[in-house]
């Protein structure tokens, strides 16, 4: 009997805690979770992406100032983001923010690209909260011209389309 206790002492030992706390069926449950999570947050995004391709704001030439006749297209994004959330917390899903990117096209200086797209995203982040998506929940990020769509950008049509804004949710 002795010995018997002994193996299962030192088989426990070898064990990590992490088993004591959650049984087999809790792990499959997480990993179910964790899958059904991930396939929201690609069902989320890529709507997203739809969205704000849709419905483009221009700016003024090198700077942070929109161009008039934005306001249905923002409303149509923070429509977007609205309901992205209920799909979000509907999925169980408490822990995300909207990310909205800036991106320039190659033209001009990478430093001062990158430093107006992060001016041209928190514009788009402020118009959002303004049409009701909580602020807590969007960060601005600018890109600059590191992600372009187009390579390479060498013509009026092509500097376009890199000249953008994004909308992601992140896990």
């Given amino acids: 009997m002795?010995?018997?206790?002994?193996?299962?002492?030192?088989?426990?030992?070898?064990?990590?805690?992490?088993?004591?706390a959650q049984s087999p069926f809790d792990q499959i449950k997480k990993a179910a979770g964790d899958a059904g999570k991930g396939a929201v947050e690609k069902r989320v995004n890529t709507k997203l992406t739809e969205e704000a391709r849709k419905n483009q704001c221009s700016f003024k030439s090198g700077?942070?100032?929109?161009?008039?006749?934005?306001?249905?297209?923002?409303?149509?994004?923070?429509?977007?983001?609205?309901?992205?959330?209920?799909?979000?917390?509907?999925?169980?899903?408490?822990?995300?923010?909207?990310?909205?990117?800036?991106?320039?096209d190659s033209s001009g200086d990478a430093a001062k690209n990158k430093e107006l797209s992060a001016r041209r995203a928190e514009v788009i982040v402020?118009?959002?909260?303004?049409?009701g998506v909580s602020r807590a929940e969007i960060i601005s990020v600018g890109r600059g011209s590191e992600q372009p769509l187009v390579k390479p950008d060498n013509t009026p049509a092509k500097k376009a389309k890199n000249r953008?804004?994004?909308?992601?949710?992140?896990?």
């Avoid at 402020?126 to 049409?131: F, I, Q, S, T």
């Fill in 126 to 131: 402020k118009e959002l909260a303004a049409r």
């Fill in 2 to 20: 002795k010995v018997k206790a002994l193996c299962i002492s030192l088989a426990l030992l070898g064990v990590p805690a992490v088993s004591f």
């Fill in 164 to 171: 953008r804004y994004e909308i992601q949710v992140r896990l």
């Fill in 63 to 104: 700077t942070d100032v929109l161009e008039p006749g934005c306001d249905k297209k923002l409303k149509n994004l923070a429509n977007a983001l609205i309901e992205a959330k209920k799909q979000l917390d509907s999925a169980g899903v408490k822990n995300f923010k909207f990310e909205v990117s800036g991106h320039t």
